[in-house]
C-alpha cells in the first residue's frame, strides 16, 4: 500500500513537473535531488551486499527514480570508492 502511494505521487509530481515553468519546475527538480541521492547510495550498498540490481530498482523509492539510475553497473572486487 505505501509503495503504490509513493509511486502515485511520484506520478502526480512528474506531471506537475512537466506541466510547469520556472521557477515552479526548478523547484520540484531541487526537491527530489535528495530522494535520488539516496536510491544511489541504495543501490551501491545493495551491491555491495551481493543483490541483483533488478531487484534494488524494484524496491528503490519512486520518488528518487532517473533514468541514469540503471545505468550504475555491479564491480569486480571491492573497488567501491569508484561507484560513489
Known sequence: ???A????????L???RMSAVEPLSGFIDIMLHGYQLDNVVFI??????NRSLEDLIKTA???????ELKNIT????D???SLY
Open 1 to 3: 500500500m505505501r509503495r
Open 74 to 77: 555491479p564491480i569486480e572486487g
Open 79 to 81: 573497488d567501491y570508492a
Open 44 to 49: 551501491i550498498e545493495g551491491l555491495k551486499s
Open 61 to 67: 523509492d519512486p520518488l528518487g527514480e532517473f533514468p
Open 5 to 12: 502511494l509513493r509511486e502515485k505521487l511520484a506520478k502526480e
Open 14 to 16: 512528474q506531471f506537475m
